[in-house]
């Protein structure tokens, strides 16, 4: 009980400290050892006790998750809402500035990735999500980050660059220690008190317990030696992190931070901070860089800005020390937030505001001024003796000063005492991106390892392989040595040579050699100036050296949980490489809209312009692709092929190929298969059609129309039901010829086995598309020629204003319209063979009739008034015969008959004249119409019919009366649509079982 009783106050402690690991730990003793309690029955003052501490140490970590739940999601919308203002560099007065934004992201990057396995499961999400974020942000882009050549070195060698960066900083160096030591001469008694004070406050910092909760071995163990460049991890060098290590625990082995004049006399290489501050150490830290410490309050050294504490010129690190009192102001604010991550979290989103809104007005000219009146700020370090004294300066290092020769290392001197103050602070900056370039560079590699172990081990929270996918897709491009291993994973040498047949006729090939060429980057690629990353590398390589940059690997390496097999998961045995083509698609597009003058698009929402084939590796991922396709039948892809497949239709050019791999694998006669394939077809133009684009001219429609013809033709009524949907669902997208052969395929030789079919499902299915595409088509083409639009409601009195009307309307019909307007008069056909009325004004239909005669004989335009009922039968008679021979008929014949529909409506005006003239003659002249009308109609029924079939048939007569039955209900169901407003498409529902024997099969009907 005793031992009981201690873990449940532990748990409470801990509880209140916001110790997460030590409750998950204890709570399972304490329902444990309730269970056994109550099962002996045994009630002990002391067990209600404890219960009372579980129960206020489980609301207690309760409120504890929703706390970080906050400030991740305040985070998270912090960072995605001002990435695309991250792009406008203009945002930032200054180099210097956008130089301290990098910094703050890259620290919050380096912070993310350290405590994602060691925070709620639940946020663990949103750590990933803002770590994506951080690498889009504007930022942290390549024309952002990649520092331009100052004009001072543009005739410089690398190693000449850095040596005369060095005769910069020794120059400084002395200055500042000349001008510190004729300050204590003039005043040694106050510069003693001063040093007293800032080591009374050093010493007051350091025995703040406090401290001891912002920092973890797991961060010191991450601390890169040197920032980064130095070969050794006990030693400093004059180049290091660009970090300042101020008031940091973990720069002393004992745990305690330094007095200000053991820091200056133990870092030779780095100069000494204003007033009680601490060294500028050389090591990045994770954890203590994002704590409310003055390494991210101030701005970057040599003058850049900052926040009011004084810049040391003669430090090679990214930034110096605040004063004594912006070290105890962010102590007060760290132990206001508390400790734990949700004290990094809160000082990080504090200090990520603050570069993100907070923009300081002084540009590089002023800065550079600064920099002259910095120079005193750094005498108590330069008292302490010479930056190189002592320590062994690191390889890359001596490899510069060892490339440049005694004689122009003078040279480069006296340069340097030439400079300008601001062409000195363009040197000094050049240097200090370099090292943030070199930082970053180790923040990508860190990223990559978190995201492969995040691939390959078991999910731990919602949207992890996502996530993860996400990340290895911006780390594509960013990394070229991992794309080239990644692309040897996903596609082995047996896939490389495989064959894909359908790949036939398309612009590029995706044989082996072929494969291997387009790996690198296209010569005429726009999103070269995006997504190369190759020089940034290329640079580094080529200051720093190969072997510093491998130092950097090792250090973290070393550090890091071995790498899963994650080449076995995006590989042909895995179960990623489908999500992972997802987001690589989408941070295409995200990129190409970034910046779409650079990327080439017409708009920031387009990516049909996008030149893909020039991506690297883009041809390898689509060959992996359609072999996953071949390889799987329609109705066995997973949800992440399916999703995929949508993606990748940014490029349309794809949609010819994945239509013949998707259809010649699927079974006609399976209703499964057809039913998948389907509706994988129907999600892929449903893509075209959300972004407003038609079929692309690859596309195979002939193809694509004989498949559609075998499904529409088969006898298994779940076939031919989806192939109908398919039709119903995509038909806008067609143009005026591959519209024309659809309609000639449903309404000329399958209308009536689709109409009068045994399946009630099917006959639904036809008639909504009659209705809601053609008739509705057809309604919309009245409106625009006649200028009024029918509701239905109102029938009568809209068709006697059309008669009263005389001016004529100028229409210019499309392709599209003709055609609807052709497939409308084979719809009255089908509709009169049935015994039923015609549904729209026979007025109105005759003057799209005529517009569409007049567009079938070459007019663009079709001016006239709108027929009258004595001239509207002629005119859709006309149409109806120009319908017929469309197919068949020579030309002259198809010439002739809308020449005959558009003379009717021509004639109207001169027999009304004769009419009022005369009316006995007009008396005479209706019996002699009526029966001009009477021989044109039997000349109709005498020439070929419409449809093919013969409606009288006897073993048709019961499912005639079931089609009209059902007809006019969905006709009530059209109008009512209409008089609605006819806003949305109403959804064809297929149910997985609708058949029933007494309502499909009319028994008695049969003989």
């Not at 690498?135 to 410089?156: F, Q, V």
């Amino acid at each position: 009980m005793f031992i009981c009783c201690c873990w449940f106050g532990r748990s409470s402690v801990a509880a209140a400290a916001g110790d997460v690991h030590v409750l998950l730990l204890v709570w399972p003793l304490i329902c444990c050892w309730l269970w056994i309690s109550r099962a002996s029955s045994c009630v002990f003052e002391p067990a209600a006790a404890a219960a009372a501490a579980a129960a206020a140490a489980a609301a207690a970590a309760a409120q504890s998750l929703e706390a970080v739940r906050a400030a991740c999601e305040e985070l998270l919308q912090l960072l995605s809402s001002s990435e695309t203002e991250g792009r406008r560099t203009f945002l930032y007065s200054s180099e210097a500035e956008l130089l301290r934004s990098q910094r703050v992201l890259l620290h919050l990057g380096n912070h993310l990735l350290e405590f994602v396995n060691f925070v709620y499961w639940q946020c663990r999400g949103s750590y990933c999500a803002a770590l994506c974020a951080i690498l889009k942000r504007g930022e942290l882009d390549l024309g952002t980050l990649l520092p331009p050549r100052p004009e001072s070195c543009a005739a410089l060698s690398w190693s000449e660059v850095y040596v005369l960066y060095a005769a910069i900083k020794a120059q400084n160096a002395a200055a500042a220690a000349a001008a510190a030591a004729a300050e204590g001469a003039a005043d040694p008694a106050a510069a003693a008190a001063e040093g007293a004070a800032a080591a009374a406050e050093g010493a007051a910092a350091a025995a703040d317990p406090k401290l001891k909760l912002f920092v973890s071995q797991r961060s010191i163990d991450f601390d890169l030696p040197d920032g980064g460049c130095s070969s050794s991890p006990g030693s400093s060098s004059s180049s290091g992190g660009s970090s300042n290590n101020g008031s940091n625990a973990a720069a002393a082995p004992n745990g305690k931070a330094a007095a200000p004049g053991q820091a200056a006399a133990n870092n030779n290489n780095s100069s000494s901070s204003s007033s009680s501050s601490s060294s500028s150490s050389s090591r990045l830290s994770v954890s203590a860089a994002l704590l409310p410490l003055p390494r991210l309050s101030v701005s970057v050294n040599m003058g850049m800005g900052g926040s009011g504490s004084s810049s040391n010129a003669n430090n090679n690190n990214s930034s110096s020390s605040s004063s004594s009192s912006s070290s105890s102001s962010s102590s007060s604010n760290g132990a206001e937030e508390g400790g734990g991550p949700r004290s990094y979290l809160g000082a990080a989103l504090q200090r990520l505001r603050n570069a993100g809104v907070a923009v300081m007005g002084s540009g590089d000219a002023e800065a550079a001024a600064q920099l002259g009146r910095a120079l005193p700020a750094a005498a108590a370090a330069a008292a302490g003796g010479s930056s190189s004294s002592g320590e062994e300066a690191a390889l890359w290092k001596q490899q510069h000063f060892a490339a440049v020769p005694a004689a122009r290392q003078l040279a480069l001197q006296q340069l340097a005492l030439q400079l300008s103050p601001e062409a000195k602070f363009a040197v000094v900056l050049f240097h200090k991106r370099l090292k943030l370039c070199r930082q970053f560079r180790l923040l990508l590699h860190r990223a990559l390892a978190g995201a492969l172990s995040l691939l390959g081990a078991e999910a731990s929270f919602g949207g992890q392989r996502r996530l993860s996918c996400l990340l290895l897709a911006l780390l594509y491009f960013r990394l070229p040595a991992f794309r080239a291993a990644l692309l040897r994973s996903v596609l082995p040498a047996e896939g490389r040579a495989a064959a894909v047949e359908e790949w036939r006729g398309t612009d590029f090939l995706l044989d082996s050699s072929s494969l291997a060429a387009a790996e690198q980057w296209g010569a005429g690629s726009p999103l070269r100036l995006l997504l190369q990353w190759e020089p940034l590398h290329l640079l580094l390589l080529s200051y720093f050296g190969p072997a510093a940059l491998k130092e950097d690997l090792d250090s973290i390496r070393s550090k890091l949980a071995p790498e899963a097999a994650w080449g076995e998961e995006l590989g042909p045995a895995g179960s990623s490489f489908f999500t992972f083509l997802e987001q690589w698609v989408r941070a295409v597009q995200a990129a190409a809209a970034a910046a779409p003058a650079a990327a080439g698009a017409r708009s920031s929402s387009s990516s049909s312009s996008v030149e893909w084939r020039q991506l690297p590796g883009y041809p390898t991922l689509i060959k992996r692709l359609l072999l996953e396709l071949k390889a799987r039948a329609a109705a066995k892809y997973p949800d992440s092929l399916v999703s995929c497949t949508a993606a990748v239709l940014a490029n349309e050019k794809l949609l010819s190929v994945l239509v013949k791999v998707l259809l010649l694998r699927t079974h006609a006669h399976s209703s499964q298969q057809v039913h998948s394939a389907l509706s994988c077809l129907d999600l892929w133009l449903q893509q075209l059609l959300q972004r407003g684009l038609p079929l692309p001219p690859n596309f195979d429609f002939a193809f694509f129309r004989s498949a559609l013809e075998l499904v529409l033709s088969s006898d298994l009524y779940p076939v031919v039901t989806k192939g109908l949907w398919l039709v119903y669902r995509n038909l806008p997208i067609l143009d005026g010829e591959q519209l024309q052969q659809l309609l000639l395929l449903c309404l000329r030789r399958l209308a009536l086995r689709l109409l009068l079919h045994w399946a009630w499902l099917v006959r639904r299915a036809f008639i909504l598309l009659l209705l809601y595409r053609l008739v509705e088509g057809m309604r919309r083409v009245i409106a625009r020629v006649t200028g009024s639009e029918l509701t239905f409601q109102q029938q009568q009195q809209q068709q006697q204003q059309q008669q009263q009307q005389q001016q004529g309307r100028r229409v210019a019909l499309s392709t599209e319209e003709a055609v609807v307007v052709d497939g409308y008069s084979v719809v009255v056909q089908l509709m009169k063979a049935l015994g039923m009325e015609e549904l729209l004004p026979a007025a109105a239909v005759g003057a799209a009739a005529a517009a569409a005669a007049q567009f079938h004989k070459g007019n663009a335009t079709y001016a006239g008034a709108p027929a009258t009922p004595a001239t509207a039968a002629a005119a859709a008679a006309a149409a109806a015969a120009a319908a017929a021979g469309a197919a068949e008929a020579p030309p002259e014949t198809r010439e002739a008959a809308p020449a005959t529909a558009a003379a009717a409506p021509a004639a109207a005006p001169a027999a009304a004249a004769a009419a009022g003239a005369a009316a006995g003659a007009a008396a005479a002249a209706a019996p002699a119409a009526a029966t001009q009308q009477q021989q044109q109609q039997q000349q109709q029924q005498q020439q070929q019919q419409l449809f093919e079939g013969d409606v009288d048939a006897p073993e048709l007569q019961a499912y005639r009366r079931l089609a009209v039955a059902e007809f006019k209900k969905e006709i009530e169901h059209y109008k009512a649509w209409v008089a609605a407003g006819a806003l949305s498409l109403p959804m064809m529902v297929i149910p997985s079982a609708p058949l029933d024997a007494n309502t499909d099969v009319p028994l008695e009907g049969w003989q």
